[in-house]
């Protein structure tokens, strides 16, 4: 089992900045990618960004430009650096795993909620 804990969600007024960060602990070897999902009230959750182990990255189309991930390997913890935050932002945040070679696995962190007021 892996376990995600999340930090760094909040309030904050619109054009400021938030980082995220998630630590995976348990079985963390062969992890392929991490990242962040992120679900507003009513919608659908949404790709926010992923990094994998060799540090490609890929962006939901409305965060680019304005949010950026990066991964600790040691520490087995990616962050998401949030900047000019718009009130469309607001959503919980969830952080992901995958993990695994031929079977592959994910997981999901609790979330964490990041507001953004007009």
């Known amino acids: 089992q892996v376990q995600l804990v999340e930090s760094g969600g909040g309030l904050v007024q619109a054009g400021g900045s938030l980082r995220l960060s998630c630590a995976a602990s348990g079985m963390t070897s062969n992890i392929n990618r991490m990242g962040w999902y992120r679900q507003a009230p009513g919608k659908q959750r949404e790709l926010v960004a992923v990094?994998?182990?060799?540090?490609?990255?890929n962006y939901g189309d409305s965060v680019k430009g304005r949010f950026t991930i990066s991964r600790d390997n040691a520490k087995n913890t990616v962050y998401l650096q949030m900047n000019s935050l718009r009130p469309e932002d607001t959503a919980v945040y969830y952080c992901y795993l995958r993990r695994g070679d031929v079977t592959k696995y994910d997981y999901w962190g609790q979330g964490t909620q990041v507001t953004v007021s007009s």
């Open positions: 990094i994998s182990g060799g540090g490609s990255t």
